[in-house]
């Protein structure tokens, strides 16, 4: 009564949701989208900062001074004058697969209307470094990956045939799953021979049974994961490079935000509206069926159909206590993926030309599982793997001419030290500082000698940034682990046993990242449309 109504509302702007709403709205539906933050796309964003600069502020350009340093501008430094300054970070995510020309991304962003206004950079320099070697490529992709592996381990070339062979087999066979008919239903063990036999298989598993040397299976696992060979699903690892790392990564021109930026815009062309700063806090439920959500700030919005692209137990918390029970039952069976740490920073520094390309994938411990075992006491080790990208070598005109933006990114336990000392502002700044002085030293001693003489600016993101920006409980970074029990059908559908409740995002099928968050909402989308008749 006096409330606004809608066909759909769609809570939180990952891409799970973004997808689900331009789709619905695409098909003429009245479609909300509701999103705390002030920016959409949950961990798919960009920003920008203002940064320092050395004659206005030698306190925060000092190398000692990095706590202060990641303090932004407006509470303790010296805003620089915009000529000089002005960075665009992106929060989180690195590349993108699938966005060639027929690729699963390509096709969503086609059928939304956004594909043309996204200009994607082709990520071919990659360097990964391991304890006693290095894989360099001039040009990317995973097939010019395995070339380099074979001839690195030409003794190993049986073996890593073998795992190709396996990968395309799966791949061909998940392509296949997506496009079921009646007599693919009836002769499955025929035609998914290898979803039936991989099923259980965790990646190690693969690994010690086709390779000797352990060089190449530490080059085969560095995957956008944070679980180790022995908790990783094969099938996965198989899914995720025949569909999306086989054909090359990429990188949007301005920065990941203009993903969500687009998809934004399309929702908007169709009609749906989006209301920023507007948190949800309740699901309204009558006579078991959907009726709306009221927000934080007290408003009523009405439809028959709510998305939820946010965490499920979350999602939980804001439905009537008897409908609670399911969600909160299956969220004991789950895990989540670990977190991550985040330091974004700004040089003045020329990194062209450099020895290091866009993206550099950094791993000191020759152990694979060691690693994994110090997360789970809440430890990282003393050089922890990282991630280092310096997205101004593809894009330049994301920090002003003649300077760099590098972002490091390093799985963490949400547990370190007594969860990075939440409960203390001063001395979680005194974590988040002395972690943060630990990645530039070895970014300095290994890559960039007088990198913290020539810091622009320097900020961290921590678990706990992460799991306050988007909800990420835990600041999981790829919601759940893809381990053999939580991946494809095993994750939660999008249906939930709430009529007119749908999920969406990197807790659901698919799969996490970009691509996989985004199919989710496609896979939302269709779910409704089917239940609507449209
Ligand atoms: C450090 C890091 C690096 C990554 N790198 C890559 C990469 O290189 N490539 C890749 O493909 N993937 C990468 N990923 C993973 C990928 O970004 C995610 O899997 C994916 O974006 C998750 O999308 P989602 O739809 O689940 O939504 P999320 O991104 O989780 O967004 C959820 C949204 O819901 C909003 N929300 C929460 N609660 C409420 C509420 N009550 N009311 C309203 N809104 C709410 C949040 O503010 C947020 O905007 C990375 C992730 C991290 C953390």
């Known amino acids: 009564m006096g409330h606004k109504s809608y066909d759909a509302i769609v809570i939180g702007s990952g891409m799970g949701g973004l997808t689900a709403g331009a789709l619905l709205a695409k098909k003429g539906l009245r479609v909300l989208l509701i999103e705390k933050e002030k920016q959409v796309g949950g961990y798919v964003v960009s920003f920008k900062r203002e940064g320092f600069t050395p004659l206005e502020n030698p306190a925060i350009y000092g190398k000692d001074n990095i706590s202060e340093a990641s303090i932004p501008y407006r509470k303790g430094g010296v805003k620089a004058p915009s000529f000089l300054t002005g960075f665009t ?16 991304f390509y096709q969503i962003l086609k059928e939304i209307g956004v594909y043309e206004e996204i200009e994607f950079i082709p990520i071919h320099h990659i360097r990964n470094i391991y304890p006693g070697f290095e894989i360099h490529l001039q040009e990317g992709g995973f097939s010019s990956y395995t070339e380099a592996l074979l001839s690195l381990f030409p003794e190993e070339e049986k073996g ?79 899914t995720l490079i025949s569909k999306a790392l086989m054909e090359g ?13 687009a998809m934004a815009n399309s929702l908007l062309r169709f009609d749906g509206e989006i209301r920023l700063k507007t948190e949800a806090d309740q699901i309204l439920i009558k006579d078991g069926k959907i009726e709306g959500i009221l927000t ?9 159909v709510v998305i939820s692209n946010i ?32 330091l974004y920073i700004a040089t003045d520094l020329d990194l062209k030309g450099g020895n290091l390309p866009y993206f550099t994938y950094l791993r000191s ?64 700044h005194q974590i988040k500082g002395e972690f943060s002085q630990r990645v530039l030293q070895q970014l300095e001693s290994k890559f960039i000698p007088g990198l913290r003489d020539h810091l622009l600016f320097c900020e961290a993101a921590t678990p706990l940034t992460l799991e306050r920006y988007t909800g990420n409980e835990l600041g999981a970074t790829y919601g759940l682990a893809s381990t053999p029990q939580q991946i ?47």
């Open 89 to 104: 970070f992106d929060g989180t995510g690195v590349f993108v697969g699938g966005c060639q020309e027929g690729g699963e």
């Open 160 to 238: 890593l045939r073998t795992y190709l062979s396996l990968i395309k087999r799966i791949g061909d066979e998940v392509r296949s799953y997506s496009d079921m008919t009646l007599p693919k239903r009836i002769f499955f063990p025929f035609y998914f021979k290898n979803l039936i036999r991989f099923h259980r298989t965790h990646h190690k598993t693969i690994l010690d049974s086709l390779f000797r040397g352990g060089e190449i299976k530490m080059a085969l696992h560095s995957l956008p994961v944070t679980e180790p060979p022995s908790k990783l699903s094969f099938l996965f690892v198989a």
């Open 249 to 261: 990564t990429f990188y949007p021109k301005g920065g990941m935000g203009r993903i969500s930026e």
């Open 296 to 304: 934080r700030d007290g408003k009523i919005f009405q439809a028959p």
């Open 311 to 342: 965490n499920p137990n979350l999602l939980a918390g804001m439905l009537p206590h008897e409908y609670q029970k399911p969600f909160v039952k299956r969220r004991r069976r789950f895990g989540y993926s670990l977190s991550c740490f985040i």
């Open 365 to 428: 411990l020759s152990d694979l599982e060691e690693e994994d075992r110090m997360f789970r006491r809440g430890e990282v080790p003393k050089n922890p793997t990282m991630i280092i990208s310096i997205p101004t070598l593809l894009d330049p005109s994301l920090a002003p001419t003649g300077q760099h933006l590098l972002k490091v990114l390093v799985t963490v336990p949400y547990h370190y030290r007594g969860g990075w000392g939440k409960e203390n502002p001063e001395k979680y």
């Open 488 to 534: 494809g059908n095993l994750r939660p559908s999008h249906r939930t046993p709430i009529p007119g409740l749908f999920q969406a995002g990197h807790y659901t099928r698919p799969s996490h990242g970009i691509v996989g968050a985004s199919l989710s909402g496609l896979f939302a989308a269709r779910a409704i449309l089917r239940q609507l008749r449209l």
